[in-house]
């Protein structure tokens, strides 16, 4: 219900709303018979909240006449200060980019929660486009929250972690739940503070002391709703599926199982979604088969299992553990393409010209054994000496990787040369010790035997794409969204601020030139990062709207169904084709079901960030006054962001801990300037910090610059949030990027 409350709202919120009657308005949004009720009662409580009227002839008009397009539904982030931000969802009309709503215009919502927003002042100019007031909160992004448990006179009181709520929740008496002062708790809430009361909680679950090993993990796991346990019908689906499969049974299979494969995945990972076969004929032609694991096969729809892998809608992976989308039964075992082991696979066959060109493709339900498993690190000095002898490695699978990367090298150069970009932003991992705590941390390995296993899933997803889309099937793409040409703009400018001239920042050639120009200079991180600033998120959406740092028409994500609810939606309608049937392609349903892995694949990344932040500031605890180097990552007028160099943690400098001056923002530079001094600070500036001071449970870190011996931190009453950034941006691609001669103007001038 909450689903189609979402849309009603969506849709009344749209500017060419005109009144229509319930049963109209149940047509449009193709409710039918079964949610009929649930609609009319929708409607009835929002006549009754006063944000609709029903006319003479029962048509439904917004109560407010003069603010049709005033009506915006989007997704609300409150900051410390208690004052917050709607990003307004897509498809409502509205044009805003962030929209503030004061402090005591946020009703009792809290961050994350999907709410229905009253325009009451338009954009003006530069900052925030416009001011509202949230009027309804449609969908609550969660009921449960996670904190620290005190107790205040003859009251039990939970402070929640983060800043999300700026007073304790009231818990009940003392001691509930065996809760002893200083434990991590689980709160649900039962009344959700305001601006004008305090909020009322019951604790669910103690989750252990503070500091404990493993209480991190289980705190952000329940804070972000995270289901960790498989109930006893979904095991039983998975038993029954194990039960039933035989490795000697491949009838109805294309049989590649005396075929050639090999799979490359990381030296850690537990279950293999993709295996690779390639051949070269004597013209030159490559003949390329990806292999992936047909989880359709043991997960059907509308079963337990299939029920639960959509609820998850995707594997979570912490630092210290991985919460499957399946039970690991299947993922790490059944469907997973594990060496020496015939496994079912719906493969993609692909034909290359010598040129890289695709010539031709099929799909077919397939059964494999994969002959070697390599894993990243092994495969480059293979490549690289072919001649040479390698135990366990016969000349043949040698023969096969050097033609494998071959082909991903002239395929990668293709996509290049098409206008696909890279950004060049590599990945901190840390390393844990045996109870999960921070011992250190390394930049993520990514050469080329990555980018082989890459482009061959590129290739495959591509190819999958555009055959749906020719036989008019609905599916769930993978689409990423053109940026805004003022984004691009003001990414030139900011080019412009650091010597780097870009003739037409609407063209990829452009800026392709400029992350390959730039990619060893000093601005390197700056422009890199200032670029994925500038960019959409990519999202799922049965609309093609195509991937724009792909460069690609058509995408989807079909190489990974062990962990991706979306690439299994994917298997199943090209295995329906497969067998000769017509898919269902309900659009409605489609579009809900993107929005649904969309949120959950932002809740694994949300879980999986804020789990590395709590670990390496509880190391960082030990740290305080010691000096690290830094990047600048955030400039605004309060002060810096700046993330460490040898800890990925990100911390603020606050204005007043810099050097004896008066500072203020030069906004089109993302520079903060010293009035007497003309010291600058900017995007992407390396400087040397020290550790002022953290606070784990709220996620904050204060640094100052070492090199201002008298900066103190300022108290943290004052200190500031960090603004609504980056919720449009896409997740960067990892390694270095071919350099790709560029097709546009790239001019560096002398500074």
């Known amino acids: 219900m909450d689903d189609l409350n979402r849309r009603v709202l969506a849709y009344l919120a749209e500017p060419d709303y005109e009144p229509i009657t319930l049963k109209a308005l149940s047509k449009r949004l193709k409710v039918g018979e079964e949610g009929y009720a649930d609609l ?3 409607v009835k409580s929002l006549v009754k909240a006063g944000q609709v009227e029903l006319g003479k002839d029962k048509s439904i008009h917004k109560s407010d006449p003069s603010a049709q397009a005033g009506n915006v539904v989007g997704t609300y982030r409150r900051t410390s200060k208690g ?10 009309g509205a044009k805003s980019e962030h929209i503030f709503i004061p402090v005591d215009a946020g009703r009792d919502a809290s961050s994350g929660d999907e709410v229905l927003v009253r325009l009451v002042r338009k954009a003006k100019g530069a900052g925030f486009n416009a001011e509202g007031r949230i009027v309804q909160v449609i969908n609550r992004a969660s009921g449960l929250f996670v904190g620290t448990y005190f107790e205040r006179g003859d009251a039990g009181m939970v402070k929640i972690d983060g800043t999300t709520f700026n007073a ?10 065996g809760a002893i002062v200083g434990d991590k708790v689980a709160v649900e809430m039962v ?6 009361s305090e909020g009322e909680g019951v604790i669910t679950e103690v989750l252990g002391a503070r500091g404990q090993p493993g209480v991190d993990t289980l705190a952000i796991i329940r804070a972000l709703g995270i289901p960790d346990k498989f109930d006893d019908e979904t095991l039983e689906d998975a038993r029954a599926a194990a039960k039933a499969f035989r490795e000697d049974n491949i009838e109805g299979r294309l049989d590649l199982t005396s075929t050639l494969t090999i799979t490359i995945d990381p030296a850690t990972a537990r279950d293999f979604d993709d295996a690779i076969t390639l051949t070269r004929d004597e013209k030159g032609y490559w003949s390329l088969g990806v292999h992936i694991a047909d989880v359709s096969h043991f997960v059907r729809p509308g079963t337990a299992i299939d029920r639960t892998a959509r609820q998850r809608g995707t594997s979570v992976y912490l630092p210290d553990r991985v919460i499957p989308m399946l039970p690991e039964i299947l993922s790490n075992s059944l469907a997973s393409l594990q060496a020496g082991h015939v496994r079912y696979t719906v493969s993609a066959l692909i034909e290359f010209n010598a040129d890289g060109v695709r010539t031709g493709r099929s799909f077919a339900r397939s059964a494999i054994k994969v002959d070697q498993r390599f894993a990243y690190e092994q495969v480059m000095p293979l490549i690289q000496a072919p001649e040479t002898e390698a135990e366990g490695v016969t000349p043949e699978v040698r023969s096969m990787l050097v033609q494998m990367y071959e082909l991903a090298m002239l395929l990668r150069k293709r996509r290049f040369a098409r206008g696909a970009l890279e950004l060049n932003m590599p990945e901190v991992e840390v390393d844990l ?7 250190g941390a390394h930049l993520a390995s990514h050469d080329e035997s990555h980018q082989v296993i890459e482009e061959f899933m590129l290739a495959a997803n591509e190819a999958v794409a555009s055959y749906l889309t020719e036989k008019g099937v609905g599916f769930l793409r993978r689409s990423h969204p053109d940026p805004e040409p003022r984004k691009l703009k003001e990414f030139a400018e900011f080019a412009r601020s650091l010597g780097i001239s870009i003739e037409n920042p609407q063209s990829r050639f452009d800026l392709q030139g400029v992350l390959a120009e730039t990619i060893d200079s000093p601005e390197a991180y700056a422009v890199h990062f200032g670029l994925l600033r500038s960019l959409k998120q990519a ?10 740092a792909l460069a690609s028409e058509d995408y989807c994500h079909f190489t990974s169904p062990i962990r991706r609810y979306p690439d299994l939606q994917v298997h199943r309608q090209l295995t329906m084709l497969l067998e000769g049937k017509k898919p269902k392609s309900d659009f409605d349903e489609l579009t809900v079901l993107a929005e649904h892995c969309t949120r959950t694949e932002r809740r694994a990344e949300i879980a999986e960030r804020e789990l590395i932040k709590v670990k390496l500031l509880t190391f960082l605890e030990t740290k305080v006054g010691e000096t690290f180097h830094a990047i600048v990552v955030g400039v605004e007028d309060f002060g810096l962001f700046a993330r460490l160099v040898e800890l990925p943690a990100e911390g603020l400098i606050h204005v007043t801990s810099l050097a004896n001056d008066f500072y203020y923002l030069e906004g089109e530079t993302h520079t903060l300037v010293g009035r007497a001094s003309g010291r600058r600070y900017r995007l992407g500036d390396r400087i040397e910090v020290k550790i002022a001071r953290i606070d784990v449970d709220r996620r904050e870190l204060d640094l100052i610059p070492a090199d201002n011996p008298t900066a103190v931190a300022p108290p943290r009453t004052s200190r500031p ?10 997740r960067p691609m990892r390694g270095k990027p071919e350099r790709p001669k560029p097709k546009g103007k790239v001019k560096r001038k002398k500074r």
Do not use: M
């Open 40 to 42: 009319r009662l929708i």
């Open 83 to 92: 004052f917050g931000f709607v990003r307004p969802s897509q498809g409502t």
């Open 721 to 730: 949030g960090r603004p609504a950034r980056g919720l449009d941006t896409l």
């Open 168 to 177: 304790p929740i009231y818990v009940g008496d003392p001691g509930a739940k």
């Open 191 to 196: 009344r959700y503070p305001t601006p004008y």
């Open 539 to 548: 999202v799922y959406t049965p609309e093609p709207v195509g991937h724009y």
């Open 433 to 439: 010790g045996e109870h999960g705590e921070v011992i």
